[in-house]
């Protein structure tokens, strides 16, 4: 039988990598309207240290308004090429809202 663990994760945390049963999962902070921070997590396999980044990337930002360049730098690992294979960003309308994309910013 397998137990629960939990991971306080803070907006501090940036890039801090759990592997848990051979997943990476990295909280990637993000906005949430204004100031408010919200996190969204990029899943993969786990690699070990010093290893290529994985191509098997799925990014999940929900709740979000902007995304800080630092985090987007993240995501597309600096334009290397190295684009997550799959990724889900919420939008509550086709028009901007105050905390979330809309749709036209999103796509």
Do not use: N
Request: charged share 20%; glycine share 10%.
């Amino acid at each position: 039988m397998h137990g629960m663990t939990c991971h306080v994760v803070t907006d501090r945390d940036t890039f801090h990598f759990l592997q848990i049963e051979g997943l990476s999962i990295t909280p990637l902070p993000v906005f949430h309207g204004g100031d408010y921070i919200c996190m969204g997590f990029e899943f993969s396999p786990a690699s070990p240290p010093g290893a290529s980044p994985p191509h098997d990337r799925f990014v999940y930002l929900s709740d979000v308004s902007k995304i800080p360049e630092k985090i987007m730098r993240w995501i597309t690992r600096g334009g290397e090429g190295s684009r997550p294979r799959v990724l889900v960003v919420d939008a509550l309308k086709r028009t901007p809202h105050f905390s979330h994309f809309g749709l036209d910013e999103v796509i």
